[in-house]
């Protein structure tokens, strides 16, 4: 296994455009995290399955934004009339659910340009 | 919202020195960890302390929890340039919730 998988690395894109990023986890990790980050600033959390059930939504996601983890293995996150405001770095993460603390494997990020 | 304030959120030292960063956080906490970042990478896990822990060693790496402020720092011992990145602490808390809360991360630049 060679970690956390993103697709595409990066994605430029005209203002009103749909973007589809994917993110392939650890195989054995059935929890799966998108956070959005941008120059300069922490990640900041957008939502999070439990093998295919999505459990948690910021309100940061608007309606634009959708994810899904149909078989409970891969996950996307489509945006879409995409706006400026959307450029950052989408960032992808996977855990082993536990009874404790829940420690991160994250991706390299998709980063997005919307010009 | 983000949770964490990190300070200072830059820090620039010579190769050998330490590296002292610090976090504070709102609420009530399971757990707070440490990540690394290289420019335009994704996170990498430090290490984690438990809200019932006060100390964790992990090599060239010191965290402190002290739960009564709400504060945790990060000490980098005898810095090497390899060190170079932005560190972001991140808190998990009771309630249920299993998402990481990031803070704004500080800029480390080790100069040989």
């Known amino acids: 296994d060679t970690g956390v998988s993103q697709n595409p690395r990066h994605k430029i894109t005209k203002r009103g455009q749909n973007v589809t990023f994917r993110c392939d986890p650890i195989s054995e990790h059935n929890r799966l995290y998108w956070y959005r980050q941008t120059l300069g600033q922490g990640p900041e959390f957008l939502t999070y399955?439990?093998?295919?059930?999505?459990?948690?939504k910021s309100r940061l996601l608007s309606d634009r934004f959708s994810a899904e983890r149909p078989k409970g293995s891969f996950s996307t996150l489509e945006i879409q009339r995409t706006e400026q405001g959307d450029s950052a770095m989408y960032l992808c993460?996977?855990?082993?659910?536990?009874?404790?603390?829940?420690?991160?494997?994250f991706g390299a990020g998709s980063r997005l340009t919307v010009l | 919202s983000q949770q964490g304030e990190e300070d200072p959120q830059a820090l620039s030292i010579q190769e050998g020195e330490n590296a002292t960063m610090n976090c504070s956080y709102k609420?009530?906490?399971?757990?707070l960890q440490w990540y690394r970042q290289n420019s335009g990478r994704g996170l990498v896990h430090l290490i984690l302390i438990r809200s019932n822990e006060r100390e964790k060693h992990s090599g060239r790496l010191r965290v402190t929890l002290d739960t009564s402020k709400k504060s945790s720092s990060l000490l980098i011992t005898a810095s090497r340039a390899a060190d170079t990145a932005s560190y972001f602490c991140a808190t998990q808390s009771f309630q249920g919730a299993q998402k990481l809360v990031f803070g704004q991360g500080t800029r480390l630049t080790i100069n040989p």
């Open positions: 993460a996977s855990s082993l659910a536990t009874s404790g603390a829940n420690v991160l494997t």
């Open positions: 399955f439990q093998n295919e059930a999505q459990l948690e």
């Open positions: 609420t009530s906490i399971n757990n």
